[in-house]
């Protein structure tokens, strides 16, 4: 067998396996103009390698970023080193479909690419080799396994009945808070706030029609407190709510507004209408609560008073207001 028959032997194989691998192969030149593509590009892209072969990569990829991917790869070229990019960073190099459109919950091929320099006999080089990886099964595993802590992580942090924060992680937020409180020394309020005669709505229209009150009552919260507030199921039908950069007094417009708000609300439970009130305590916060804990029951004090007082009304505590 002579030189040429071996190396067309040799050729054929070669081809046979880029053909056949499970992994994209895209060579190009300096230019981007496409050399090499193999069936796995052809399977996955719809582009013919006899089609691709002697144009540009950027003709057939409209959402390929031109700028991006040739200063991607300056380095490869100039500097004859690899250059690896994984799916966390960037989803895909060539957006194409998944490998199996009907059962995979992907939109497109999650890819993870390596770029390589070929290097001619002088060791320049004059062209690059992609290599693409389809990784979708492991990016969609990756990404439900984090939803599912995501999840997890939510749950842990708010209360089931009200999507309030519960009160383990309100605490967490509002000790956080006292110790900023402390330092920035800005001013914070803390609002206490409880249904009016609750007991009341239990016995005689039953839990779940209490239930049907504590979710009203959170909705209401919810409305009147702005993104930055903190606002909490402390247990049972008391409610927290933390006011970061709010003085005592603009904490009581929040506190009317929620009073005000559930004084009109009428809660529809089977064929009963039911009404409620709340009271509410408020206390800002003071260098003279050493604990946490002391300046949350300066407010618990102030609600108390407005329940003393007659209900459905708002207290400042008088620390808090001088």
């Known amino acids: 067998m002579n030189v040429a028959q071996t190396q067309l032997q040799n050729s054929g194989w070669q081809q046979a396996l880029v053909s056949s691998i499970e992994v994209g192969?895209?060579?190009?030149?300096?230019?981007?103009v496409v050399e090499e593509w193999n069936q796995f590009m052809q399977n996955h892209t719809g582009h013919d390698v006899a089609n691709v072969r002697g144009?540009?990569?950027f003709n057939f990829f409209e959402d390929l970023d031109k700028d991006w991917l040739i200063n991607k790869c300056q380095p490869v070229f100039e500097m004859n080193t690899p250059v690896f990019m994984i799916w966390e960073q960037r989803h895909y190099l060539f957006k194409v479909g998944t490998a199996r459109p009907v059962t995979s919950p992907a939109e497109y091929m999650y890819q993870n690419i390596s770029i390589f320099p070929i290097a001619d006999d002088s060791g320049n080089v004059e062209r690059i080799c992609f290599l693409v990886y389809?990784?979708?099964?492991?990016?969609?595993?990756?990404?439900r396994i984090e939803g599912l802590n995501n999840r997890l992580k939510?749950?842990?942090r708010v209360d089931g009945l009200t999507q309030l924060f519960?009160?383990?992680h309100w605490q967490e937020c509002f000790e956080r808070e006292y110790k900023l409180a402390i330092r920035h020394k800005k001013p914070v309020s803390v609002l206490m706030l409880d249904i009016d005669h609750f007991k009341k709505v239990n016995d005689t229209y039953g839990h779940?029609?209490?239930?049907?009150?504590i979710q009203s009552i959170s909705k209401i919260i919810k409305k009147a407190t702005r993104e930055t507030d903190i606002a909490g199921r402390y247990g049972g039908e008391e409610f927290v709510i933390l006011l970061p950069d709010?003085?005592?007094?603009?904490?009581?417009?929040?506190?009317?507004r929620i009073r005000k708000a559930s004084e009109k609300t009428v809660v529809t439970h089977e064929d009963s209408e039911i009404s409620v009130t709340v009271s509410a305590g408020i206390a800002e916060f003071s260098p003279v609560y050493k604990q946490?804990?002391?300046?949350?029951?300066?407010a618990d004090q102030a609600l108390y008073e407005a329940k003393n007082a007659g209900r459905n009304r708002v207290i400042v505590t008088a620390s808090a207001a001088e």
């Not at 709010?246 to 009317?256: D, H, L």
């Not at 946490?292 to 300066?298: G, K």
């Open 154 to 156: 939510e749950i842990s």
């Open 166 to 168: 519960n009160r383990r």
């Open 25 to 32: 192969i895209v060579v190009v030149d300096k230019s981007f």
């Open 208 to 213: 779940q029609a209490g239930d049907a009150v």
């Open 134 to 143: 389809d990784v979708t099964d492991h990016a969609m595993s990756k990404q």
């Open 246 to 256: 709010t003085p005592a007094e603009s904490a009581f417009t929040v506190g009317e």
């Open 292 to 298: 946490p804990l002391v300046w949350l029951e300066a």
């Open 55 to 57: 144009y540009s990569l």
